[in-house]
């Protein structure tokens, strides 16, 4: 598998970036990805949410039962009830609650103020997250697709 990005040239242009999936690492990736779950409805919601509300196309997204993630994270346990949303930047690879809290302050203006969550001890902070990712399913049930139709969006889903 081939991971390809489009990055930003001075003067307004675009460049396709492609690495084999082997030599991606947190390094080498352009852009922020978002790992989620395909199939939880929670999820789903989440994905639509910031697509929303990246203003500046600055995430990408990709599902956790995808090839992409199979490349770029570590291997995960079977049971899909204690999977979580991934965060991978340049800088690393987060989950639980601190996938959350990133991936909002990228949103920047009014999104940035959920750091102040880092007021509350993070083993309290995934606790809840782990409460509802235990209970995604029934709670808010499952689906089996992102809206991907619009301008641009298919471009911002890796496999």
């Known amino acids: 598998m081939v991971i390809t990005s489009r990055s930003q040239m001075p003067g307004g242009g675009s460049v396709v970036n492609s690495l084999p999936a082997s030599e991606v690492t947190s390094e080498t990736v352009d852009r922020p990805i978002v790992f989620y779950d395909g199939v939880c409805g929670l999820c789903n919601r989440l994905i639509?949410?910031?697509l929303f509300h990246d203003k500046n196309e600055l995430l990408r997204f990709a599902p956790l039962q995808g090839e992409t993630a199979a490349a770029l994270l570590p291997a995960r346990?079977?049971?899909?009830?204690?999977?979580?949303?991934?965060?991978?930047?340049?800088?690393?690879?987060?989950?639980?609650?601190?996938?959350?809290?990133?991936?909002?302050?990228?949103?920047?203006?009014?999104?940035?103020l959920t750091a102040l969550a880092r007021l509350i001890p993070s083993s309290f902070r995934n606790r809840i997250y782990r409460r509802l990712a235990e209970n995604r399913y029934?709670?808010?049930?499952?689906?089996?697709?992102?809206?991907?139709?619009?301008?641009?969006?298919?471009?911002?889903?890796?496999?």
């Open 48 to 50: 639509e949410f910031l």
């Open 77 to 112: 346990p079977q049971c899909p009830m204690v999977w979580s949303l991934m965060y991978m930047d340049g800088i690393g690879i987060y989950r639980e609650s601190e996938a959350v809290l990133r991936v909002f302050q990228l949103l920047g203006g009014f999104w940035r």
């Open 138 to 159: 029934r709670w808010f049930g499952t689906s089996f697709r992102c809206d991907m139709e619009g301008q641009g969006r298919q471009l911002r889903f890796l496999p």
